[in-house]
């Protein structure tokens, strides 16, 4: 069993930044591909970025590529989001999840993900 718990959001101008972290627990000597999704009100949780067991490979949606990039500390267990270049439409709930059968890469699918976090609100205001 796993535990995630998001934390850093809040409310920043646009152009601004955050980072954004996912602190893991409750599960003693393993290591899981990581994702973050995010969910605006009225739509539906769409793929962020994403980053592999080892932390060599990483991957982001063309909304947010070249603005946001995911890392991890492996011995902390702990990954994280840094969001430059905010913009409105970043506004949403962002989450991390863990893809617990995973060895090699990462999936953009949020089928894949076994364990969620609460979830931690990102408002970019103009």
């Known amino acids: 069993q796993v535990q995630l718990v998001e934390s850093g959001g809040g409310l920043v101008q646009a152009g601004g930044s955050l980072r954004l972290s996912c602190a893991a627990s409750?599960?003693?000597?393993?290591?899981?591909?990581m994702g973050w999704f995010r969910q605006a009100p009225g739509k539906e949780r769409e793929f962020v970025a994403a980053?592999?067991?080892?932390?060599?490979?990483?991957g982001y949606a063309d909304s947010v590529k070249d603005r946001f990039t995911v890392s991890r500390d492996n011995t902390g267990n702990t990954v994280y989001l840094q969001m430059n270049s905010l913009k409105p439409e970043d506004t949403a709930v962002y989450y991390c999840?863990?893809?617990?059968?995973?060895?090699?890469?990462?999936?953009?699918?949020?089928?894949?993900?076994?364990?969620w976090g609460q979830g931690t609100q990102v408002t970019v205001s103009s």
């Open positions: 999840a863990a893809d617990s059968g995973r060895t090699l890469g990462y999936s953009s699918s949020l089928d894949e993900y076994d364990y």
């Open positions: 980053i592999s067991r080892s932390g060599s490979n990483t």
């Open positions: 409750g599960r003693t000597f393993s290591r899981d591909a």
